[in-house]
């Protein structure tokens, strides 16, 4: 793939079509002010504005401390992915890294696997925003109309260049970190002023006045990573935007170093405020942690605004999908590990047939959830959280791999070393296989872990076959 240090070759002997050294033919769209938008976008979504709800209910104010860990995790995984960058910016980013630090097949799987989390999200992302309109027109316009209608505009965006992708994403993120740092305003002024209906019960010490800080014991907080962890999906892609990004060098390094502060105002400085307002024990599973502090204060315009913000997480959600689908699909074509027709650009630099067939496939998606509505579509999705944070574990074995081969002298040393590496990154790996065992626990979060061996089986057979018939090709031997 293209790199931008000029120094980092490869061995000859690779295949032609291979996409190391050649030019990936993106262009340079993505300015510093929307890449910081997207990393900020990236770790606010759903799982914060209606997920945090179930989790309150389960760990009360002890989910604090949980994001907080889990937040130290993200910037753990954030600085690997960052080192990596940095040795070799690239649009396949994790796939592309698994293949050289892992091998062809663990590139083949992360790349897969990256691709299928993205559709399943955009999935239930499109179908989520379409049932969000209705609070507006009350069933008065068919759900199914607005889910084409959104997933239209999403792909034509994507297509008439990554700058408008940018841009869209750029609005999408501005109106969540609006919404977030609202209500935070908000509610420092009911506990400092005392104003708004919520004000006789508002203080600091209901985050341990009722049954304590860990109200439902350690195992409680614990059985909510899962959930914490889901509500950060989709941090990492900022690395997916690698290929395109105006002065990589610069705009990256500033995006992942903001990790800390997004999830302390966004996630824990939410929280705290929010609890701090609300009593831990108000809060329902399935309800929008925002909407019940809303109604609390007697905003009656509080649901309308919280609707409006989820929606616009949804649909910010879906553009990310659009875009990481159709790179990922033609970084897979570019190494020989897909078929050769995604590797076509439009002449804005977008990939058309990657990201027509994605759409496509998000389409069929939303057509089979109204249609035929069931178990097998509920496993589908569930399988969301798992392959999302398997690319986070090969971001971090890559890294471990790459600064040891580094550290030899093997490979150029990254210009953004991640801190504490390796030793960090291997604690975010037990941190990760913690929360899979905590899934399995789960009857809830169990399902993902049977979906996994059906994938894992299917792209092991599909790899196998695609050997067979190339088996001196460079996409299936190791670099």
Same mark, same amino acid.
């Given at each position: 793939?293209?790199?931008?240090?000029?120094? $980092?070759? +490869?061995?000859? *002997?690779?295949?032609?079509?291979?996409?190391?050294?050649?030019?990936?033919?993106?262009?340079?769209?993505?300015?510093?002010?929307?890449?910081?938008?997207?990393?900020?976008?990236?770790?606010?979504?759903?799982?914060?504005?209606?997920?945090?709800?179930?989790?309150?209910?389960?760990?009360?104010?002890?989910?604090?401390?949980? +994001?907080?860990?889990?937040?130290?995790?993200?910037?753990?995984? &954030?600085?690997?992915?960052?080192?990596?960058?940095?040795?070799?910016?690239?649009?396949?980013?994790?796939?592309? +890294?698994?293949?050289?630090?892992?091998?062809?097949?663990?590139?083949?799987?992360?790349?897969?696997?990256?691709?299928?989390?993205?559709?399943?999200?955009?999935?239930?992302?499109?179908?989520?925003?379409?049932?969000?309109?209705?609070?507006?027109?009350?069933?008065?316009?068919?759900?199914?109309?607005?889910?084409?209608?959104?997933?239209?505009?999403?792909?034509?965006? *994507?297509?008439?260049?990554?700058?408008?992708?940018?841009?869209?994403?750029?609005?999408?993120?501005?109106? $969540?970190?609006?919404?977030?740092?609202?209500?935070?305003?908000?509610?420092?002024?009911?506990?400092?002023?005392?104003?708004?209906?919520?004000?006789?019960?508002?203080?600091?010490?209901?985050?341990?006045?009722?049954?304590?800080?860990?109200?439902?014991?350690?195992?409680?907080?614990?059985?909510?990573?899962?959930?914490?962890?889901?509500?950060?999906?989709?941090?990492?892609?900022?690395?997916?935007?690698?290929?395109?990004?105006?002065?990589?060098?610069?705009?990256?390094?500033?995006?992942? *170093?903001?990790?800390?502060?997004?999830?302390?105002?966004?996630?824990?400085?939410?929280?705290?405020?929010?609890?701090?307002?609300?009593?831990?024990?108000?809060?329902?599973?399935?309800?929008?942690?925002?909407?019940?502090?809303?109604?609390?204060?007697?905003?009656?315009?509080?649901?309308?605004?919280? *609707?409006?913000?989820?929606?616009?997480?949804?649909?910010?959600?879906?553009?990310?999908? &659009?875009?990481?689908?159709?790179?990922?699909?033609?970084?897979?074509?570019?190494?020989?590990?897909?078929?050769?027709?995604?590797?076509?650009?439009?002449?804005?630099?977008?990939?058309?047939?990657?990201?027509?067939?994605?759409?496509?496939?998000?389409?069929?998606?939303?057509?089979?959830? +109204?249609?035929?509505?069931?178990?097998?579509?509920?496993?589908?999705?569930?399988?969301?959280?798992?392959?999302? &944070?398997?690319?986070?574990?090969?971001?971090?074995?890559?890294?471990?791999?790459?600064?040891? $081969?580094?550290?030899?002298?093997?490979?150029?040393?990254?210009?953004?070393?991640?801190?504490?590496?390796?030793?960090?990154?291997?604690?975010?790996?037990?941190?990760?296989?913690?929360?899979?065992?905590? &899934?399995?626990?789960?009857?809830?979060?169990?399902?993902?872990?049977?979906?996994?061996?059906?994938?894992?089986?299917?792209?092991?057979?599909?790899?196998?076959?695609?050997?067979?018939?190339?088996?001196?090709?460079?996409?299936?031997? $190791?670099?």
């Amino acid at each position: 793939m293209t790199s931008l240090q000029v120094d $980092k070759q +490869y061995d000859g *002997n690779e295949a032609q079509g291979s996409a190391a050294g050649a030019d990936e033919g993106y262009q340079r769209g993505l300015g510093a002010r929307q890449i910081q938008m997207i990393a900020i976008g990236g770790a606010i979504g759903t799982g914060l504005f209606l997920g945090a709800g179930k989790a309150i209910s389960k760990a009360g104010p002890s989910l604090i401390l949980a +994001y907080a860990i889990a937040g130290l995790v993200i910037f753990f995984i &954030m600085r690997a992915l960052g080192e990596l960058l940095m040795y070799r910016p690239v649009s396949g980013s994790f796939s592309e +890294y698994a293949r050289e630090f892992v091998g062809p097949f663990a590139g083949f799987v992360t790349g897969w696997t990256y691709w299928l989390f993205w559709v399943v999200t955009g999935i239930t992302e499109v179908t989520a925003a379409a049932q969000y309109m209705s609070f507006w027109t009350h069933d008065g316009f068919p759900q199914w109309a607005y889910a084409l209608i959104f997933t239209v505009i999403l792909y034509a965006a *994507n297509l008439i260049s990554v700058k408008l992708f940018g841009e869209l994403e750029f609005w999408f993120s501005m109106v $969540k970190v609006t919404a977030i740092v609202g209500m935070i305003l908000i509610c420092a002024g009911i506990l400092t002023i005392g104003f708004s209906d919520a004000a006789d019960t508002a203080t600091v010490s209901n985050l341990w006045n009722d049954r304590g800080f860990f109200p439902e014991g350690i195992g409680g907080t614990l059985m909510t990573l899962q959930i914490v962890m889901f509500a950060f999906l989709a941090v990492e892609l900022v690395g997916v935007t690698a290929g395109e990004s105006k002065d990589p060098e610069k705009t990256l390094p500033k995006a992942i *170093n903001t990790v800390p502060w997004r999830i302390a105002v966004f996630y824990i400085g939410a929280l705290i405020m929010i609890l701090s307002v609300v009593p831990w024990a108000e809060f329902q599973p399935g309800v929008s942690p925002f909407v019940a502090a809303f109604e609390k204060m007697g905003l009656g315009v509080g649901a309308a605004i919280v *609707n409006f913000v989820v929606l616009t997480a949804a649909l910010s959600s879906c553009n990310s999908g &659009m875009y990481s689908t159709g790179r990922m699909l033609r970084d897979l074509a570019l190494n020989g590990q897909g078929p050769k027709f995604f590797t076509k650009l439009t002449k804005s630099g977008t990939p058309l047939i990657g990201t027509t067939v994605s759409a496509a496939l998000m389409l069929v998606g939303v057509w089979i959830n +109204y249609v035929a509505p069931g178990k097998a579509f509920d496993y589908v999705v569930s399988f969301a959280t798992i392959s999302g &944070m398997w690319a986070w574990i090969m971001i971090l074995v890559c890294q471990i791999r790459y600064r040891a $081969k580094a550290d030899r002298g093997g490979l150029p040393q990254s210009t953004f070393k991640a801190p504490g590496a390796p030793w960090s990154s291997w604690f975010a790996l037990l941190f990760i296989g913690m929360v899979i065992v905590m &899934m399995g626990v789960d009857k809830d979060a169990r399902i993902s872990l049977y979906c996994a061996p059906l994938w894992a089986l299917i792209l092991g057979v599909t790899y196998l076959v695609l050997k067979s018939r190339n088996p001196e090709g460079a996409a299936f031997n $190791k670099r």
